[in-house]
């Protein structure tokens, strides 16, 4: 694989835009693949690297990570306290409104329920003339995600219960919807993209904000579907 872009470097933290499809690091669950994140970025820079938070594997955007051991327990302590703020650009199936706040607990795998929150907010809607199922016309949404809890795919699983699911999620998505967009155009990827992170620096004390442009795939698809790629990008860094 390419190196990978970085978006934000000093002495003590870096940041990569990652690209759709890539593990952050080794998983027993996922023996299809030896490119990982961390290894990419330790053999590009030449020193080690800590992940401080983690991004699904279909998610793309701002991954951040510590250039030491020390660093990197500071950082996770800001995640673990909520005071990182996250954002995160999604394309989902139908007309969303133009703000929602989700508030609806998750289940873990070993049956705990826990609260979860998101903050929704539309960016773009957009029609065209993909007929799937008895419908002439499709619908789809350009939105901005806050979460403000970091629950296990927690704004896949959110989009889902408001019935405006991720485009290319599985298994929380649309099936057909899924399923239209690999037939007819080859994408497999999923539409949702990390675009900021915003946090006070573990050593300096300073306040950043990292952006993160759209990756190819996620670009492409705004401009098969008809947003103005340009507004939303400019929406994106205000």
């Given at each position: 694989m390419d190196d990978l872009p970085i978006i934000f470097r000093d002495e003590f933290l870096i940041a990569v835009n990652k690209p759709h499809g890539l593990l952050v690091h080794r998983s027993s669950i996922a023996a299809d693949t030896d490119q990982f994140a961390v290894q990419i970025l330790r053999d590009q820079i030449g020193q080690h690297v800590y992940p401080v938070h983690?991004?699904?594997?279909?998610?793309?955007?701002?991954?951040?990570?510590?250039?030491?051991?020390?660093?990197?327990?500071?950082?996770?302590?800001?995640?673990?306290n909520g005071v990182v703020n996250k954002t995160y650009h999604a394309i989902v199936r139908g007309f969303t409104p133009d703000q929602l706040e989700i508030d609806y607990p998750l289940k873990k795998e070993n049956g705990t329920i826990q609260e979860a929150f998101t903050s929704m907010q539309t960016l773009l809607h957009s029609e065209v003339a993909f007929e799937i199922g008895k419908h002439p016309t499709s619908r789809y949404s350009l939105v901005e995600l806050k979460p403000t809890t970091g629950r296990m795919h927690q704004l896949r699983k959110h989009m889902a219960h408001i019935f405006h699911p991720i485009i290319g999620d599985r298994p929380y998505g649309c099936n057909k919807q899924n399923r239209y967009f690999k037939e007819q155009f080859g994408m497999m990827e999923m539409m949702l993209h990390g675009s900021g992170l915003s946090f006070t620096h573990p050593v300096l004390g300073?306040?950043?904000?990292?952006?993160?442009?759209?990756?190819?795939?996620?670009?492409?698809?705004?401009?098969?579907?008809?947003?103005?790629?340009?507004?939303?990008?400019?929406?994106m860094i205000q």
């Open positions: 983690r991004l699904d594997r279909k998610t793309s955007g701002v991954l951040l990570f510590a250039l030491s051991d020390e660093v990197n327990s500071l950082m996770q302590q800001q995640f673990q300073s306040t950043h904000t990292l952006s993160a442009p759209y990756q190819d795939a996620f670009a492409g698809m705004l401009d098969l579907l008809g947003f103005d790629v340009e507004v939303s990008l400019n929406r």
